[in-house]
């Protein structure tokens, strides 16, 4: 991107010549505007996903350190089995972008990875646990 100013265009306009503003975003950004005021910005693609992934950089990396921060406190007291077998749930749900946050769900999955209780009755009081915190 120049260090041109971005084009502006009201948005009334911009209807009639998007494919041109899209080929110009690919070069400098466009500030579409409504009744004379900033409403949205086109820009190209790539640097769309650039900032996207500079913005979220740190937060993965400071995630990443609170939940092993966590991880290694509330794994204290466990055998290796259970930590390797949470460790690697885990892990796995963070990779679809998802984590265990209630308390009760997260001893369940310890208990069961101990052995204190069945895979089956973990998943029994699981399931009476998130229907109680239903709203009717």
């Keep these: 991107m120049s260090l041109a100013l971005p084009t502006i265009v009201p ?11 899209v080929d110009e975003a690919q ?22 996903n650039a900032l996207v992934t500079s913005a979220t950089a740190g937060t993965a990396d400071i995630e990443a350190d609170d939940y092993a921060r966590r991880f290694r406190v509330e794994s204290a007291g466990h055998s290796p089995e259970a930590i390797d077998a949470i ?21 369940l999955r310890w208990d069961a990875a101990d052995g204190v209780i069945s895979t089956e009755e973990a998943i029994r009081r699981g399931v009476a646990h998130i229907r109680a915190r239903r709203p009717s």
């Design 87 to 107: 460790g690697f749930g885990d892990g796995a749900l963070a990779l679809a972008g998802h984590s265990v946050t209630d308390p009760v769900l997260r001893q």
């Design 27 to 48: 070069t400098d950004d466009v500030v579409l505007t409504r009744h004379g005021r900033a409403a949205a910005v086109l820009i190209a693609a790539a640097r769309y």
């Design 11 to 21: 948005i009334s306009e911009a209807k009639s010549r998007l494919a041109q503003l």
